[in-house]
């Protein structure tokens, strides 16, 4: 398991062309009446309209600013201008549902028409050398009020607050791969009573640039195009909304089932069995005495009753014994493993990172002056995928890992990294991959290993591009501040790896800097964005090294988000922990177990703030299943305390109540 950070990049100045073009309509003739049809795009001078839901979208086709009329009459700008001129347009041409122009000066290409009550702008390079566009332009509307964005779960950042604008935030100023740093390719702004959804299908190779301009938060993606990368195509879907901010993530939701993208757990139930005890289950991964058979009926005797049981790949796994012991318990178990690294099978820091024959160093990733790059920590090297699926079908290098994995009965995986989005373009010339063919082995394999071996399978901090293989992931859960990195890395405070049983890292309580603790959990700030597009795809928990215990500060609102958004808590247990911490998991478990049991395959369908400073939130899910009301604040809520979550399942005459501070006091 391992961090990612993103990378930064520069934003370019904004230059507008201005040309007229002669106005046009691109749809079908008029009917018999003369009215044009619905959903007629409209060409005049040099803008074209293309109706959306809930208004007309106008592109300058100049500076590819786009604005939009709304239904009730206001106007709203969807993107300012270019960043940096995007060329001089030629004459606007008929597509079959839409418009069409070339700017011949730069080799790019675009159309603009109607899909699914969404604007979709399509830009192509044509040209051979690489370039980048900085578009759309975003949160430059003086009525924008909030930034939508998918880090973890997700928050929306209102666009003047002073701290989200200050060095602390650590986001104005910063850039971020799309692919890789946000967990669903989008970002959203309120605007009042509308909003604007930014769903980018075409994430790899564009990164979402961060400016605070007088005091607000203002966003540019820009996308890179290049042929080596495979990158030249980039499209853009706006939608206008009804300001809500979970919106951007109903678009993003609507848009995987129009195109066959959205997973179901309970398909994946039916395909696989063992995913059914992800219901109502918490997250573990356990060391020393409780990974041993009677530690796993110890923790069953405290009242847990559905747990996932996860163990590290070092010289003492979970035995036979064990995992019997846990499957026969109800739970859900199995091993750590990576595809990704690579080392020296005699020196190898890890038995994951040891492969038969040559595979390390021949399955290397080469950087364009074909030399090996280095593993996380500069580890070994980073494994091509696409080597991998060539020597699969005859060598079955990952089917035999897998199989000597599970060779004691678990029922689950854990495969690091696999759908964290850091991808990789391959120079080595004998398995040559893009990064969207890196992202299409791993999809391939992941699949494989599910659904082949009957197995529960989960990744790190997964991207909603893996949603339809995996049935849980550990970290999209958290929205990461890069300062979280840095306080890892002071081991006097936070912890090493030692002692060996129960290794400090894991578990010595530590706290955060005020600013990290304040972007990562401050409630006020937290919405549930990949909840809303994705909860009854599969379960979506915290980051592994980041356990319950471990941020003592913050066990109460993590209690509460848990169970708000219906999700697990996840934990660390060793032999001697388990007396100590044992029955607070359980008590917490046995709440939220028939809760997730009874919602956790069916779709978030509400979420609401119901305090104007927003500490007080309410959920829901499937149609009535559940219903949840959690107060963040100090002051009780309609009979709610603060520190206090509500929770009713359909059919409850009373709702069920959860203090996790009182909570084994």
Known sequence: MHFITPRRTARAAAVALAVTLPCVTLTAPADATGRQPAGAVRVHDRLVDVPVRGGTATVDTATLRVTARTDAGATVELSAPAAGSPGRPGRVTATADGARWTYGDTGLTVTARAEQGRLLVSVRSTGTADRTLNWPVTGADPAASALQLPRGEGLSIPVADPFWNSPGAGLAGSATAVESGLTLPLWGYSTGRTGVSYLVPTDIGTTLNFTSEKGKLRTTAAHAFSRGEGTTDYTVAFSLTDGSPVAPALDYR????????????????????????????????????????????????????????GYDAGPNPMDAAAVAAAKKAGYLVGPYDSFANGQPADTADTPTSAWPDKVYPDFCVQDADKKPVPGFHDRGCYMSTTAFEKAEPTRHYLADRARQMTANGADSYFLDVDAAGELFRDHNAAHPQTKAQDRAGRLARMKRLADGNKLALGSESAGAWSNQVLSFNHGSGTPVHDGLWKAQRDKQKWGGYAPEKAPDVFFKPAELPADVAKAMYDPTYRVPLYETALHDSLVNVERWELSYDKLPKQKTDRALLAMLYNTPLNFVISGDSLDKQGPELAALQKYFSPLHRAAGTEPMTGFRTLTEDRTVQSTSFGDGTLTVTANFGTKAYQGLPGGCVDAKLKGDKEARRLCPADVNR
């Open 254 to 309: 609507a848009w995987l089932q129009e195109h066959g993208q959205l997973g179901s757990l309970k398909r994946k139930i039916e395909a696989v069995p063992a995913n059914k005890k992800l219901l109502g289950a918490f997250h573990a991964y356990v060391w020393s005495g409780a990974r041993t058979a009677e530690g796993v009926r110890k923790l069953r005797a405290l009242g847990a009753d559905r747990m996932w049981l």
